[in-house]
Nanobody
Framework: QVQLVESGGGLVQPGGSLRLSCAAS????????MSWYRQAPGKERELVAV????????YYADSVKGRFTISSDNAKNTVYLQMNSLKPEDTAVYYC??????WGQGTQVTVSS
């Protein structure tokens, strides 16, 4: 069965960096687009970034463009989200999703001084 396990969240000061990881299994990772979403308290889940393995194309939400980078390692079946210049408004639970719609359990990111 499909499994997605996120890690790498934590508490970071404004301006800091974190790298999230999502380890995937149970499907053909190299053929699946992978996405990162986030959900802040009281808000709807929003799309942050997507990587399409078929052509390595990427998409970013305007709110993170230029600060976040999505990448993947097919040998490790893992997708990453490098987050730089973090802001308090980036505070949320971050989830990865595979193209079939399965979700991971999420990892909390808190940006605060």
């Amino acid at each position: 069965q499909v499994q997605l396990v996120e890690s790498g969240g934590g508490l970071v000061q404004p301006g800091g960096s974190l790298r999230l990881s999502c380890a995937a299994s149970g499907f053909t990772f190299s053929r699946s687009a992978m996405s990162w979403y986030r959900q802040a308290p009281g808000k709807e889940r929003e799309l942050v970034a997507v990587i399409a393995h078929i052509d390595s194309s990427t998409y970013y939400a305007d709110s993170v463009k230029g600060r976040f980078t999505i990448s993947s390692d097919n040998a490790k079946n893992t997708v990453y989200l490098q987050m730089n210049s973090l802001k308090p408004e980036d505070t949320a639970v971050y989830y990865c999703q595979e193209a079939g719609g399965h979700w991971g359990q999420g990892t909390q990111v808190t940006v605060s001084s």
